[in-house]
């Protein structure tokens, strides 16, 4: 149990004055409106309590940003700390302060040698804006200034910032305020449902072909860099075919473009690897981070640049014309610094890596390989999804599978379990401090969640 936090204002207090004031991300707002919003209070650890007192597991480790999980006293005091010493400088007159290149210093001492400069930003859309034009610049500066257009993925995600969703590759975004020139996309190594009879080698092979088709298309003096995240995240926890990477990386090489990962949720211990693309092992040219940086404590994100990029950007390129009022902000590093420390002196991705990672991917293959709507289960690490499906053998999916998917979320919701919903697929992304204790009860309620959803479909 908890205490509100303003206990003179109820949770219909709060759901009508956020009614009265408040536009919501990714919703449908007056049906939020007419239901009213869980009203969150507290965190500690794994465990969110609401306004009423309910206890959740959070599976979903806020929106895969908590990595320490909730209620750390060290970030709280890092940032009290740098709160009072100085609360804001900035970047651009010639200054910088010791938060910031201490986190500089602590990045690149995980990173491999080959990365050498960071630009910060508030967020990974940001970042990913950030990564937009410094490409070009970078393409502009070693006289190329027509290699600009960014290949994206259908069903990849970026961002919501205009650009970032230009690259992104969620049409029902697109949509909303228009593409923009100069962004292609190519398909997604989704084997599951677009492989058809093609062995999942042989679909990440022809996933990554695309790519080239792509850039021979457009011309590869056209195209500055290829952006994806090494698994998708928003677009269904989809993981690649292990044939997928190393033939994208070759393409990459070979057209002289630029390999861009997008790492804001598999960064920073998600796959027991410190970044995604180690797990997967390529090696990309520019890293997009954010989230697990902080652990979601505080906004910051930012763009990592290989040695390579940023000594033509440092060396040959002038003026660089970019800047935001909160780069680098000295709260926000001092909380990465003390979440980074605490993720590599708790040992804490070392223990996603070597054994909480493996006890969740493990028990959610014990529990669900039978089970009546799950088809495929995928994951490493604290990463993991739930492929549902009509008829196993066939993989044929449910034609309302969204419905379901949706259901099943609002059950979890029930018992008291915060799963998402994507498509036709269930997914998670705990927090990296998970115990198996915390394990055991997030693949239980699941269970029960994809339990009661089989009954109420017939199919249990
Ligand atoms: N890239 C990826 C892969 C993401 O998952 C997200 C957010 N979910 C973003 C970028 C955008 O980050 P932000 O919401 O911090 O702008």
Not at 41 to 47: C, I, M
Not at 299 to 313: D, I, N, Q, Y
Request: aromatic share 10%.
């Amino acid at each position: 149990m908890t205490l509100p936090q303003n206990p003179t204002r109820t949770t219909r207090d709060y759901q009508a004055l956020d009614a009265a004031h408040h536009i919501h991300a990714f919703v449908d707002q007056k049906a939020l409106n007419a239901e009213g919003p869980r009203v969150m209070v507290r965190g500690e650890g794994l465990h969110l309590w609401d306004n009423e007192g309910k206890r959740y597991l959070d599976g979903m480790s806020g929106l895969w940003c908590t990595n320490l999980g909730y209620g750390r006293k060290d970030l709280a005091a890092a940032a009290t700390r740098q709160l009072e010493r100085l609360p804001y400088y900035n970047m651009f007159f010639h200054t910088t302060h010791p938060a910031v290149v201490e986190l500089s210093e602590l990045l690149f001492s995980l990173l491999p040698s080959h990365y050498s400069h960071a630009i910060y930003t508030n967020s990974g859309s940001e970042a990913n804006e950030v990564l937009i034009r410094t490409v070009r610049r970078y393409w502009q500066i070693l006289g190329k200034p027509q290699k600009k257009v960014m290949i994206g993925r259908w069903n990849g995600y970026h961002g919501s910032t205009l650009g970032s969703t230009a690259l992104g590759g969620m049409g029902f975004m697109h949509e909303m305020g228009g593409m923009l020139p100069d962004f292609a996309h190519i398909g997604e190594p989704y084997w599951y449902v677009q492989g058809g009879e093609l062995t999942e080698e042989e679909f990440g092979l022809k996933a990554a072909r695309e790519l080239e088709a792509k850039i021979l298309e457009l011309g590869a003096d056209n195209v500055a860099a290829f952006v994806a995240e090494p698994f998708q995240g928003a677009g269904g926890m989809i993981f690649p075919p292990a044939s997928y990477w190393a033939e994208i990386q070759r393409i990459c090489r070979q057209y002289d473009v630029l390999l861009c990962a997008d790492e804001v949720i598999g960064g920073f211990g998600r796959t027991g690897e410190w970044f995604a693309h180690q797990h997967f092992g390529f090696q990309p040219d520019t890293l997009t981070i954010a989230k697990g940086l902080t652990s979601g404590y505080i906004p910051m994100g930012g763009l990592v640049l290989s040695k390579r990029m940023a000594e033509v950007l440092v060396e040959q390129g002038g003026v660089f014309a970019h800047g935001l009022t909160y780069s680098g902000h000295p709260v926000a590093a001092a909380v990465a610094i003390a979440n980074i420390k605490a993720l590599r002196d708790e040992g804490v991705v070392s223990q996603v890596k070597n054994d909480s990672g493996p006890y969740l991917q493990q028990c959610l293959r014990q529990v669900f390989e039978g089970h009546p709507l799950v088809g495929e289960i995928q994951g490493t690490g604290l990463v993991a999804a739930l492929q549902l499906c009509e008829d196993k053998p066939s993989r044929k999916r449910f034609a309302n599978e969204t419905d379901i998917t949706w259901r099943c979320r609002t059950i979890g919701f029930e018992e008291g379990l915060i799963i998402r919903a994507t498509g036709g697929r269930m997914i998670m992304a705990p927090a990296l401090v998970a115990t198996r204790g915390d394990i055991e009860e997030l693949v239980s309620k699941t269970k029960l969640a994809l339990d009661r959803t089989a009954q109420e479909l017939g199919r249990l």
